[in-house]
């Protein structure tokens, strides 16, 4: 039993040794440790990566040369984060205006804490390879769930953590995996698809892992496809010239309008029927119904659809377009408007003023947006920034028809994500060379 011990002990220092390498300067060692571990957790459960993020937020928030409040990037958020416990006090939603600022108000902080451990290059890269490794359980339980009829409840600690794997996906044969819905598994998927494709092609890995890597890549993208996810579908294409960057562009670009155009035939309206025809034969049924809408046209003609919530929405911002009418107040108007629920407008930047206001809405939109523009410009990219610059990019495309940071996994990834933008700004310009590990 002892030597069972002593090789167990052996096994774990060697581990930590690991884990350890790699450590930003300014980054607290034990919780360069804990972010690690939390980032494999977070895609299976955002309860247990939260016991080890959390106390790596706290950790990486002390001793900062740079106080919160004087670091000009976070002056957006701490402005928004008042405007919103402002707008509390004459809330429509009631209640649920307070409890909404739990999906703010801490990521402002996160935004913050967490960018001692992205400081350099290298340690965004181990954090992108992390997320890749911890997507493997989504995508081997969501081709499970629809190749190989497995189902939930799954539980572990007597009940802690409990994963619904809806049979046959959800809703019905799409992969949903360890989320509640396809189309945030998607958005999960599509955040790291870029990270898995830097992953793949990054220089010196040796074959045996490059195999491997292709077949999680592989796995991922057939897992992506089978979301029925349209926006997942794009982020597929979107990703390719981001992560091999623009000396692939010349070859890669006219290749990919070349695979487009048949696709792009099959699905818009008013094209030829000696076009359109021969476009359908080559592209998938599946495929070209899915993108045109045909294959849910008679649901597609109710009063739920995204223009008539983006229609609503728009009039409720002008109603109240300062302080919004509070958090979760878009469910409760809607229904009162169209005699259609729907928990949110499909747009975040929308229900963002809807339920905080227009200069809420202003301030974190700009602070994202001007995060991609000057961090794309401040440095040269190495392959897993142009990965880490394109993963955000596409979670910002997806907020604009979907709402998935209402999963707290991608709430929390997301702000890792631009945490990790703000750490490249001024950085001195680096190259595509970083150390496989």
Request: contains cysteine; positive net charge.
């Amino acid at each position: 039993m002892s030597t069972v011990v002593v090789q167990f002990c052996a096994l774990f220092e060697r581990l930590r040794q690991r884990l350890a390498l790699g450590c930003p300067d300014a980054a607290s060692p034990a919780g360069w440790l804990l972010v690690q571990l939390g980032l494999l957790l977070l895609p299976s459960s955002a309860l247990l990566a939260s016991f080890l993020l959390f106390p790596a937020l706290l950790l990486g928030s002390l001793r900062r040369e740079c106080p919160y409040w004087r670091d000009p990037w976070n002056w957006p958020l701490i402005a928004a984060g008042l405007l919103m416990l402002l707008g509390c006090f004459n809330a429509y939603s009631g209640g649920l205006a307070l409890s909404g600022l739990g999906n703010w108000i801490p990521f402002f902080w996160a935004f913050w804490g967490f960018q001692p451990y992205l400081a350099d290059a290298k340690a965004r890269r181990r954090m992108a390879l992390w997320l890749v490794a911890g997507t493997v359980p989504v995508v081997v339980t969501g081709l499970g769930q629809l190749w190989l009829g497995w189902q939930g409840p799954w539980q572990v600690l007597g009940g802690l953590i409990i994963w619904f794997v809806a049979p046959g996906g959800e809703p019905e044969g799409r992969l949903s995996g360890l989320f509640d819905y396809a189309n945030i598994a998607a958005a999960w998927l599509a955040l790291v698809w870029p990270l898995a494709l830097a992953a793949l092609v990054q220089p010196g890995l040796k074959r045996g892992r490059r195999l491997l890597v292709l077949a999680v890549v592989v796995a991922l993208v057939a897992a992506l496809v089978l979301t029925d996810s349209r926006n997942g579908w794009g982020a597929l294409v979107l990703a390719v010239p981001l992560v091999l960057g623009p000396l692939s562009w010349p070859w890669l670009l006219p290749l990919l309008a070349l695979a487009l155009v048949p696709v792009v035939l099959s699905v818009l309206p008013g094209v030829p029927t000696l076009l359109q025809d021969p476009a359908r034969s080559l592209v998938p049924e599946s495929v070209w119904s899915r993108l045109s809408d045909s294959r849910y046209a008679s649901e597609r003609a109710l009063a739920s659809t995204r223009l008539s919530q983006w229609s609503v929405a728009l009039q409720l911002i002008s109603e109240r377009p300062w302080l919004g009418w509070g958090a979760a107040a878009f469910s409760v108007l809607y229904p009162l408007r169209t005699g259609k629920w729907h928990g949110h407008s499909h747009n975040l930047p929308l229900e963002l003023a809807v339920s905080h206001g227009l200069p809420v809405a202003i301030a974190v939109v700009g602070l994202v947006l001007a995060l991609l523009v000057v961090s794309q410009r401040c440095a040269s990219m190495s392959l897993f920034d142009r990965a880490w610059w394109a993963a955000i990019l596409i979670v910002v495309v997806l907020h604009g028809t979907d709402m998935p940071f209402f999963d707290s996994r991608l709430n929390i990834a997301g702000w890792m994500l631009l945490a990790g933008l703000r750490s490249r700004i001024g950085e001195p310009r680096s190259n595509d060379s970083v150390t496989v590990l």
